[in-house]
């Protein structure tokens, strides 16, 4: 009689990053999501750190036609009244690839339209509007890169992390997950759930790690805020002795993160 034995569990791979050394590292899916269930915590500071907005500020943004025009765009049928209060009511649009369309329509319309953002990253007006309709999947690789810087500032900007002059305010955090500690093996010779409370640190972030926080968080990149936080933890927290570099085999990893709270001052 055949053995009918459960299948192994499977674990998600870890997730590719760069690190501010320039270093492809691997940091846990269960700490990048962590980050993204804290910035939904209005209290936590990161709450108008994201890209993504509701399908309520989406049609304040940009209207039941534009709505409609980005489910269009993706080849389906326009959304009557009924189905936009639906969206609305539940807070979610149901079709990926109309979300698609409709955060890129309405990230335009912030950024003050077809013809500034054209303008800001120095393509045509027609290439831009492929884009926000899906017929261009990306834009090229150097439009791409200012795209994202452009949309990154507007964000920080209207989340209040800018000083006047351009500048982000310094960032105090403090951080409560899983930690292993790596010294040389994939495995970790520590593990501990602990907070890392970055905030009364001798050595706080410093102008480049919170600026690189920052735009990592508007663009929603939750793996790069991990190794950010890793690499902090590993060679600036005074707690941690003996580490001269970071990397996946050397220093602190967060396993898992349940909190991460940052006061911008």
């Known amino acids: 009689m055949a053995l009918h034995l459960p299948k192994p569990r499977s674990t998600k791979p870890a997730q590719k990053t760069v690190g501010l050394d320039g270093l492809n590292v691997s940091v846990s899916t269960a700490a990048t999501s962590g980050v993204e269930k804290s910035k939904s915590v209005k209290s936590g500071g990161l709450a108008g750190l994201t890209s993504k907005v509701s399908v309520r500020q989406l049609r304040t943004e940009i209207g039941k036609e534009g709505l409609r025009q980005a489910a269009v765009d993706a ?82 900007d209207r989340a209040g992390v800018l000083r006047p002059d351009g500048r982000p ?16 093996s994939e495995e970790g010779y520590d593990y501990r759930v602990r907070t890392l409370d970055f905030a009364n640190s001798d050595s706080p972030f410093s102008l480049d790690e919170t600026r690189e926080l920052a735009m990592a968080l508007a663009g929603d990149d939750h793996a790069r805020v991990v190794a950010i936080l890793e690499r902090h933890a590993t060679m600036d927290y005074p707690e941690n002795k003996g580490f001269d570099q970071y990397g996946d085999t050397f220093g602190f990893h967060f396993d898992s993160i349940e909190s991460v709270h940052i006061d911008w001052t």
Request: hydrophobic letters at 30%.
């Open 169 to 184: 305010k310094k960032a105090t955090i403090r951080v409560r997950g899983g930690v292993s500690v790596r010294n040389g």
């Open 75 to 156: 080849g389906r049928k326009p959304p009557s009244d009924r189905t936009l209060r639906r969206w609305a009511q539940q807070g979610r649009i149901p079709h990926p690839d109309v979300t698609e369309r409709a955060q890129r329509r309405a990230a335009i319309e912030r950024l003050g339209g077809i013809d500034a953002v054209a303008k800001k990253i120095g393509r045509s007006r027609s290439a831009v509007s492929r884009y926000r309709s899906g017929e261009t999947n990306e834009l090229r690789a150097d439009a791409k890169k200012k795209l994202k810087n452009v949309k990154a500032r507007d964000i920080m």
